[in-house]
């Protein structure tokens, strides 16, 4: 029986399992949406398509699994770009459909057309318009398996108005195969023993776990490996999650933002054995200082992000995991004739001499409340059992550096491209995937009002998400760098002028709290909390607090500002 | 910064060279030329580009080609013992008293004169950048009033050896 192509899209979707799908309809979609109610796949409707695809997103970072989006043509389909060089920075399996104009109107400026493909070139890892409705299911499912395997991304699949009402047999195809995309999965044996001299060598080895550990699902083998050969542990902020946040070997981030105990260990380190992560130059600072003393070898599935901003001794290009899983098997022979504690024992007693000397803290010397209170007091009430979504800027320094995270997926946020507006909505989508969970995004009253319209969404989709505003009136993290480096011109960052967050949240049906005293913090988190549907946390928080340590850019990660 | 000569073969599908230039363009790498071309496959299109850039540059381009989608195989062909081509056309002032001198040129560089007019030759030529680059210095003083490049193809050589 033959079937339109709006059918066939949904039951290729039917057979990708997915349950889900976040969009917003319009002309040239309708098609799409008229078949939707027939289908097993629930579409939940944003306000904003930007809405949709960072949703997508949230629902792919929290599950492993692939996040889809669904808007029209034109506007709606340039509405998600933000979102999709998002997902491309930080390599987020999602799929996206856009509808598209009749195959006629095509080139002729039709309304609401737009070259959706020619514009999301350079930020999907690759993108599709369909031309032909037999060509439909091949390609949703090449588009499936070019967002998840390799180094995960974003894949747009436009599909004109007239290939959705067209008539073909629907047949998915049981597998992909594409003569011009094999992806490196597995790690050349050679060079994985070679690592494993190196580390026997080395007197103090530094492993720098990145957000490919999580992506790759290998946090177990990370983690095995840190505990038991006794390596402390960095991490990206991305890769938070991968190696528990709580245990003593782990040092927290490195970089701009990062811990001085990490940031001496990379200066100090004589092996850095560098795991899915791309050397960001937020990270490395200035490049040239970048561990100095060290070896450094690179696992990454993506052999562009090799041999990029650093000089690596050692490549090796693989999926994290089988190539951890092939560390994990060499090195575990070794266990009983070698004593990588003992061996160790000097340079981790230094590392975490560091982070005593040093550790992440903040002056809670005043009246007014600290954002870093804030944060620490979440981790508290959750004890870390809870996924935490950010935006961008303090807010997301703060969530990175005062919540531990202990397992994987628990940390949603824009770290590539830096997305303000990015962690509402997918704290939503997470919320979907995890209905029980407590999901909850912490925000800045900058970065809260770029998607604030999503409040609408997750009302009437009981999605009860957690919105805790670190309050400070102002756009943080720029006026943060104008005071420090623009002789305090705070130029365009006062957000004094604000709505009422508590009234924002009662008009759509949500619940607002507000916070003005250090004594509230605690118990006002509680009790919001414990509301079954989503809420607001306003919290005036010290307006002129900074991020620390900070290294500035251009410098190198020993020149850091400490508190 | 020297050039390198890169053979891409990628899969003849809309947008393919869209999507190659922009690669260089999106990182600021520079394409000297750019040709493109079916091959005997169904299918597939061989590309040749001529870039420029440092070791480093190169390898970040030959990697990037590499991950695109579309890209079956990527070769560096500086390295490699390799055939260079490019085929030219130049328009010439001719004057009478000057063409049997264009003509010997053309004579001596195996060229084909392949349209004549009352003061005009147009001259075909092909070979590699060396043998072009000489042709229209010795051309230039004449007046070239036009001229036109497919840019390089290249394949490599079967004999790697040094005979």
């Not at chain 1, 070139?121 to 998840?148: G, S």
């Not at chain 1, 200035?286 to 990454?300: E, G, L, S, Y």
Request: with cysteine; aromatic share 6%.
């Amino acid at each position: 029986m033959k079937l339109t192509g709006a059918q066939i899209l949904l039951k290729c979707l039917e057979e990708e399992g997915v349950d889900v799908m976040f969009g917003f309809p319009g002309g040239a979609v309708i098609d799409i949406y008229d078949e939707i109610p027939k289908s097993s796949v629930e579409h939940i409707l944003v306000r904003h398509e930007q809405g949709a695809i960072h949703a997508a997103d949230g629902y792919a970072r929290a599950t492993g699994r692939v996040g889809v989006c669904l808007v029209t043509s034109g506007p709606g389909a340039t509405n998600t770009v933000t979102g999709i060089a998002t997902a491309y920075a930080d390599s987020i399996p999602v799929v996206i459909f856009t509808g598209q104009v009749p195959r006629a109107l095509i080139g002729n400026d039709a309304f609401q057309e737009v070259d959706i493909v020619g514009i999301t070139r350079p930020c999907t890892k690759h993108n599709y318009l369909v031309q032909d409705v037999n060509d439909l299911a091949r390609t949703v499912k090449q588009a499936f398996y070019l967002a998840r395997t390799g180094r995960p991304g974003p894949v747009l699949v436009d599909l004109p108005k007239d290939i959705q009402q067209q008539l073909a047999e629907f047949k998915y195809p049981e597998e992909v195969s594409m003569r011009s995309y094999k992806p490196t999965k597995m790690p050349h044996i050679g060079q994985i023993r070679k690592v494993v001299k190196l580390l026997k060598k080395a007197k103090r080895p530094l492993i720098y776990s990145g957000g490919g550990v999580i992506t790759s699902g290998s946090h177990e083998e990370l983690t095995w490996l840190g505990k038991t050969l006794h390596i402390p542990v960095t991490s990206t902020l991305m890769g938070l999650g991968a190696f528990p946040g709580d245990d003593g070997l782990f040092l927290g981030m490195l970089g701009m933002h990062g811990t001085y105990a990490a940031n001496m260990a990379v200066n100090n380190c004589d092996l850095l054995l560098a795991v899915g992560a791309r050397f960001d130059d937020r990270v490395t600072g200035k490049v040239d200082t970048f561990a100095p003393n060290a070896t450094i070898v690179h696992i990454d599935v993506d052999p562009t992000s090799i041999q990029k901003n650093v000089s690596v001794q050692v490549p090796l290009v693989a999926d994290c995991k089988p190539a951890l899983a092939a560390l994990k098997a060499e090195t575990e022979g070794t266990l009983d004739e070698y004593d990588w504690a003992a061996d160790h024992k000097e340079w981790v007693d230094k590392v975490q001499g560091w982070a005593k000397e040093h550790p992440l803290t903040y002056k809670d010397d005043t009246e007014g409340i600290k954002p870093q209170y804030v944060v620490e007091k979440i981790y508290e009430i959750t004890k870390g059992d809870a996924i935490i979504a950010t935006e961008v800027g303090q807010n997301q320094m703060w969530a990175a550096q005062f919540y531990k995270y202990n397992r994987p997926n628990t940390l949603l946020t824009s770290g590539g491209l830096g997305t303000m507006g990015y962690g509402f909505p997918a704290a939503m989508g997470a919320q979907r995937a995890f209905p029980d969970k407590l999901v909850i995004d912490i925000a800045g009253d900058g970065s809260i009002q770029m998607c604030i319209q999503e409040m609408m969404t997750v009302v009437c989709n009981k999605l009860p998400v957690k919105i805790v505003i670190l309050n400070n009136g102002y756009l943080g993290m720029v006026r943060q760098w104008q005071e420090l480096f623009y002789e305090k011109n705070y130029c365009a960052t006062c957000m004094d002028a604000q709505p009422d967050f508590v009234k924002l949240a009662e008009a759509y049906g949500a619940a607002g709290f507000r916070v003005t005293e250090k004594k509230d913090v605690e118990k006002t988190l509680r009790e919001a909390f414990k509301v079954d549907k989503p809420v607001i946390v306003d919290i005036r928080v010290e307006k002129e607090e900074n991020v620390y340590p900070m290294v500035p850019a251009g410098a190198s990660l020993t020149e850091m500002l400490l508190v | 910064m020297s050039k390198h000569t890169l053979s891409v073969m990628v899969e003849n599908e809309p947008g393919v060279l869209s999507r190659v230039a922009g690669l260089f363009s999106g990182r600021g790498f520079n394409i000297y030329s750019l040709n493109v071309a079916p091959t005997l496959e169904k299918g597939v299109s061989l590309m040749t580009i001529v870039a420029e850039g440092d070791d480093a540059i190169v390898e970040q381009i030959v990697k990037q080609l590499r991950k695109l989608v579309p890209t079956i195989k990527v070769k560096d062909l500086t390295e490699l013992k390799s055939v260079e081509r490019e085929m030219v056309l130049l328009k010439v002032n001719a004057e009478d008293s000057k063409r049997a001198e264009i003509l010997r040129i053309v004579d001596i560089f195996r060229c084909k004169v392949v349209d004549v007019s009352v003061d005009e030759l147009t001259i075909e030529v092909t070979g590699d950048q060396g043998k072009i680059g000489a042709l229209v210095n010795l051309l230039t003083r004449f007046g070239i009033k036009e001229i036109a490049r497919t840019g390089n193809v290249a394949m490599r050589r079967s004999m790697q050896i040094d005979l």
